[in-house]
């Protein structure tokens, strides 16, 4: 019997700590507090990225990844799937590595969205990113010197 009530006194035990209230934060079984970031769902969402010579009619014109030395402008063309407007996001220009410039935007809806850009010959990138510097999306492409002698 003596066996028993000892048994019985330890489950009791374990029983009230495994109960403690969620919130005594001496409890082991307290939660860790919880992140603003861990709760908000992703609020946009590239669907398409590409870079163009244009935009007509909020449609890219003459889409290519690789621009000739007459190019002088390059546009960024974007299309966003926004879940919870406003939000604001930018354009990061970069060429041969080193940013060059950002365009930020202020999104009110899903839709069509795009940045242009003056450019000279490199290679450049340009990504699309919330405000706080995460990246959505990116699209690289060159723009081409003058035509150099075939290395022989």
Request: hydrophobic fraction near 45%; include cysteine; charged fraction near 20%.
């Amino acid at each position: 019997m003596h066996k028993w009530l000892v048994l019985a006194l330890i489950g009791v035990g374990v029983r009230a700590w495994a109960q403690a209230p969620a919130g005594n934060e001496s409890s082991p079984m307290a939660k860790p507090p919880e992140t603003a970031a861990a709760q908000t769902p992703a609020a946009v969402k590239v669907e398409k990225i590409l870079v163009a010579a244009s935009v007509e009619n909020r449609e890219p014109v003459g889409e290519t990844n690789v621009f000739g030395p007459e190019f002088t402008q390059v546009t960024c063309w974007a299309r966003l799937s926004v879940a919870e407007p406003p939000v604001k996001v930018k354009f990061v220009w970069s060429l041969d590595g080193k940013q060059v410039s950002e365009h930020p935007l202020d999104i009110k809806s899903s839709g069509r969205w795009w940045a242009a850009k003056t450019v000279k010959p490199g290679a450049w990138k340009v990504e699309l990113q919330t405000e706080d510097g995460a990246r959505l999306g990116s699209v690289e492409f060159k723009v081409g010197s003058a035509a150099a002698p075939a290395a022989q």
